[in-house]
């Protein structure tokens, strides 16, 4: 059974740090792109960064929200990877989401992915 497992969120106040583990298994981890993506209340599911299989080069969504606040790291030994998210601001409120996929052709688009974890609620007060 393939299954992705994200951990990690809760409640945090700005300015505060949060890592988010995404556990894989059920498939070949180090033959798939894990991508990860959030989505706000009533808005569209949104790429924040891959990375890539083989390479391991790591996209970032080309935008303020992330530059530079958030990184990415992949263990293959454990089949997990480490988003992890700095200086942390309200607008950063959402579920997050890993996924998995072997080409995606584009990165930050959903439809390239093949697995989904069920999403961590993050939540930054203020």
């Known amino acids: 059974e393939v299954q992705l497992v994200e951990s990690g969120g809760g409640l945090v106040q700005a300015g505060g740090s949060l890592r988010l583990p995404c556990a894989a298994s059920g498939f070949t981890f180090g033959d798939y792109a894990i991508g990860w993506f959030r989505q706000a209340p009533g808005k569209p599911r949104r790429g924040v960064a891959c990375i890539h299989s083989g390479t391991r080069r790591t996209n970032y969504a080309d935008s303020d929200f992330v530059k530079g606040r958030f990184t990415n790291s992949r263990d293959t030994t454990k089949n997990t990877v480490y988003p992890q998210m700095n200086r942390l601001k309200p607008e950063d409120t959402a579920v997050y989401y890993c996924?998995?996929?072997?080409?995606?052709?584009?990165?930050?688009?959903?439809?390239?992915?093949?697995?989904w974890g069920q999403g961590t609620q993050v939540t930054v007060s203020s």
């Open positions: 996924a998995a996929g072997r080409t995606p052709l584009a990165w930050n688009s959903p439809s390239g992915y093949d697995y």
